[in-house]
């Protein structure tokens, strides 16, 4: 038997060794979510924002998270599978509220600001702006 027909041989019988231990060892390689308590659950939430989703009867069904501001323009769901929760997703309805959010927290800072033409800091950053720092 030529060399190069062994080499080829043990690669597949490698390769069908590596794919029956993965096969047989499948339910190991799930990932289970970590289980925690609704009264924590809800802790966790009211800190991020979040607040119980019920269905018509009452019972806890998710999270939602409510931009109290405006009304809302479109309703997203996210289905995120069974790797955490929605108290790990708070990132998506950050990016999902976004502009608004953003527009609105800009407004409030902006109405912060006082132009003076006297202040150090505005004449630094006109400076800035027209190329000279």
């Not at 929605?86 to 998506?92: C, F, G, M, N, P």
């Amino acid at each position: 038997m030529p060399l190069l027909t062994r080499i080829a041989a043990g690669a597949a019988l490698l390769l069908i060794a590596a794919v029956a231990a993965l096969y047989l060892a499948q339910r190991r390689l799930l990932y289970f979510p970590a289980v925690s308590a609704l009264a924590e659950s809800r802790r966790l939430a009211r800190a991020a924002g979040l607040e119980p989703w019920l269905d018509g009867d009452g019972r806890f069904i998710g999270w939602q998270a409510r931009l109290p501001s405006v009304a809302p323009v479109a309703r997203v769901v996210v289905l995120h599978g069974n790797a955490g929760s929605a108290l790990d997703r708070t990132y998506l309805r950050d990016v999902l509220q976004g502009p608004r959010r953003l527009w609105e927290e800009a407004g409030a800072f902006h109405n912060t600001l006082r132009f003076d033409p006297a202040d150090p800091l505005w004449t630094e950053v006109w400076a800035f702006l027209r190329g000279a720092g």
